[in-house]
């Protein structure tokens, strides 16, 4: 029974410095960004999943001209710590516009502006420079700096 006992011990503490030593992802969780310039409210949001999947959203209100944009979508990311990189792949088919309304904008512009913002998500954007310190999530995109804090 002492056996027992002792292997039993040893396969926990095992366990335990596995545990401890393994990196988990630090992108995992929400971030976001919310931006108040010229009249401008913009809030983004993404919330990167340990299986490699994320949702975003993003709500816009504009006074000039007058604007409100609320969608949100799903896709799927891949980080490499090492490099330093975060990719992001959304997929159009899952981008969903809960709310356009653009001051003197036809239905059929509309369309056209739905359209549009779901072409952009087509491809794969890579961030660089990416790199967690406290509860901030840095990177560069086409060469901006990009800050989102953890919610």
């Given at each position: 029974?002492k056996?027992?006992a002792?292997?039993s011990?040893?396969?926990c503490a ?17 971030w ?8 401008t409210?913009v809030d ?5 999943n340990?299986?490699?999947?994320m949702?975003f959203s993003?709500?816009?209100?504009a006074?000039?001209?007058k ?6 979508g799903?896709g799927?990311?891949?980080?490499d710590e090492?490099a ?15 709310e356009?309304?653009?001051?003197s904008?036809g ?7 739905v359209?549009?913002?779901k ?14 310190v406290d ?17």
């Amino acid at each position: 029974m002492k056996k027992f006992a002792f292997i039993s011990t040893c396969l926990c503490a095992m366990f335990v410095a596995l545990f401890a030593c393994s990196k988990s992802n630090p992108l995992v969780g929400k971030w976001g960004l919310d931006i108040d310039q010229l009249g401008t409210d913009v809030d983004v949001e993404y919330v990167f999943n340990s299986d490699g999947t994320m949702q975003f959203s993003c709500d816009m209100e504009a006074e000039s001209p007058k604007m409100s944009i609320d969608m949100e979508g799903k896709g799927k990311y891949t980080y490499d710590e090492g490099a330093k990189t975060l990719k992001i792949t959304i997929d159009p088919a899952t981008i969903e516009l809960k709310e356009l309304d653009v001051e003197s904008l036809g239905e059929g512009l509309k369309d056209m502006v739905v359209e549009s913002i779901k072409k952009q998500y087509v491809s794969e954007e890579t961030y660089t420079d990416v790199e967690v310190v406290d509860n901030t999530l840095n990177m560069s995109f086409k060469g901006r700096k990009v800050s989102l804090k953890s919610k």
